[in-house]
């Protein structure tokens, strides 16, 4: 079962970015851990990350045109802004998991609001890197129970 990671702008810079709101952890650990534990729950997790709306959406389209089973998305900001990401995944109807890292709803208000929760099976929101390992489990055992 192939799972994808799509996560958006800024999410490079984790680790020296604001890391009293992301964490310590780069981009690049934070996926390494999540690829071992996608080969232990028996699926394959193709990870990705763009700074640019168009790509993610592009991104979307293709994991729904090649078979993949389910997304986790850390839209980044992109979160509070695009109704497009949003259609793409209404569009494809892909079972999808929303993370991120902070609490987006302890934060300015702008950011309170997801586009993305409403299309979304769920959203994990505050638990840093952590977030990332639930969505992982909490969508495989969605996709199983599917199946």
Not at 72 to 77: A, E, F, M, S
Not at 105 to 121: D, G, K, M, Q
Request: contains cysteine.
């Amino acid at each position: 079962m192939k799972i994808w990671l799509l996560n958006g702008p800024n999410l490079n810079l984790l680790g020296q970015r604001e890391p009293h709101h992301y964490g310590a952890q780069t981009l690049t650990s934070i996926t390494t851990e999540l690829t071992r534990l996608a080969q232990t729950l028996g699926v394959t997790l193709t990870c990705h990350q763009s700074n640019h709306e168009g790509v993610l959406i592009d991104w979307v389209h293709e994991a729904w045109e090649t078979g993949v089973k389910g997304l986790i998305l850390n839209p980044g900001g992109y979160t509070h802004t695009s109704i497009a990401l949003a259609d793409a995944l209404r569009a494809t109807a892909l079972p999808t998991l929303e993370v991120h890292l902070s609490n987006i709803h302890a934060r300015e208000t702008f950011r309170h609001h997801s586009y993305i929760a409403p299309v979304a099976l769920g959203q994990i929101s505050g638990l840093g890197a952590q977030g990332y390992v639930l969505a992982l489990q909490g969508l495989v055992k969605h996709l199983n129970s599917e199946a």
